[in-house]
């Protein structure tokens, strides 16, 4: 992905460049005009909003895997050119449908888009909205939803993870996986064991909860959690790298261990030797958290219902690792790519 950004003319029946902003203005978005090519910033005409949906005004947006994914069309979901990325947010309520009645003007929230969230402004059904509490900063509320809400539902409602369990999760210093350290150890009472590819990321992971670490670019990931815990091994693996890293963190559960697979950010996917499931009695589970939306909504939305009480109870500490410009949304994917990336990464619009 390069790092600059190109600025071209489209159809004006949805680009209108030149236009000033306010209600019923044109306002700025990032726009994926042709797959695995720089992004576009442009002026956007908005539309009106229909009786259920909800116009926020955005603040911040999350930069999120899934979003460089869907710009290479490499995603599971293949949004029809062009499109605005972006699949979370948090800001102001700018109007409200004729039907809205769980949201109003000038509420603070944050939200769920089907990628249209990194611009100026965003249309998203009312349902997909949560009031944040007075306490809970803009910049801190847009990493919820997809990183706790993950990590809420990959703990809790995938690998039923219980007080005093032994959790391993890698790529530690991700986004998620300090989501995921933050729940198991603030919330669950669980003990983690952060696994990541270098010192200073697994650091991080030990001073964001983790009561230990593992530095996996230096040898076995199976034989470095084998000296920390024993042959007994971690009652629960929360995977996101694949490859040979999740077969490493397969082969450490324990008895009736669970692995919870989030996704394949090492670009390998491994296939699971069925042999091990049978010996140890292991569970080897997978979660699409945004599958929930349409597949089980009450699920879904408990997810961050549970991140906002978390946060409100004093129980959880988002973890924000650098903040871009719009205009910097190419650096901010390759910041991503490159893996220099700790904690969240996000866009701000203000």
């Known amino acids: 992905m390069a790092t600059h950004i190109c600025r071209r003319r ?18 700025r978005a990032a726009l994926c005009a042709e797959l695995k090519k720089p992004l576009v910033v442009g002026q956007v005409a908005p539309r009106p909003v229909l009786p259920h949906e909800v116009r926020v005004d955005v603040h911040f947006c999350g930069v999120n895997f899934g979003d460089i994914l869907v710009c290479r069309g490499q995603y599971q979901e293949k949004p029809h050119l062009p499109f605005t990325p972006g699949m979370e947010f948090s800001g102001t309520v700018l109007e409200t449908g004729t039907d809205v009645g769980t949201v109003k003007e000038g509420d603070r929230v944050i939200g769920v888009s089907h990628f249209n969230a990194m611009a100026e402004e ?38 039923h993870t219980k007080p005093g369990e032994t959790v391993l999760v890698t790529a530690a210093a991700g986004a998620t996986g300090l989501a995921v350290i933050d729940v198991a150890t603030n919330v669950l009472q ?58 490493e963190a397969l082969r ?22 069925a042999n091990l499931l049978l010996l140890k009695n292991i569970s080897a589970l997978g979660l699409y958290w945004g599958r929930y939306q349409l597949q089980n ?54």
Not at 17 to 25: Q, S, T, V
Not at 252 to 269: H, Q
Request: proline share 4%.
């Open 122 to 159: 965003c249309i998203t059904d009312q349902k997909t909205l949560w009031q944040i509490p007075e306490k809970l900063s803009l910049r801190e509320a847009a990493t919820l939803p997809v990183t706790y809400g993950t990590a809420i539902l990959a703990l809790e409602h995938r690998a």
């Open 190 to 247: 669980a003990k983690v064991i952060a696994a990541a590819g270098s010192d200073e990321k697994c650091k991080l992971a030990m001073q964001r909860g983790a009561q230990l670490s593992v530095n996996y670019s230096r040898g076995s990931l199976k034989e470095a959690v084998q000296q920390l815990v024993g042959s007994g091994g971690v009652n629960v693996a929360i995977d996101m790298v694949g490859g040979d890293i999740f077969l």
């Open 10 to 27: 489209f159809p004006r029946a949805w680009l209108c460049r030149g236009a000033m902003r306010g209600p019923g203005r044109h306002y």
């Open 297 to 350: 909504f009450p699920v879904f939305s408990k997810s961050l219902h549970s991140a906002l009480q978390y946060y409100h109870q004093g129980r959880i500490q988002p973890y924000v690792g650098k903040v871009f410009k719009l205009e910097e949304v190419s650096d901010a994917f390759l910041h991503v790519l490159q893996r220099k990336s700790t904690g969240k990464v996000l866009l701000s619009l203000k």
């Open 252 to 273: 450490s559960l324990a008895w009736e261990g669970r692995i919870v697979v989030l996704g394949f950010a090492g670009g390998n996917i491994a296939s699971v030797p």
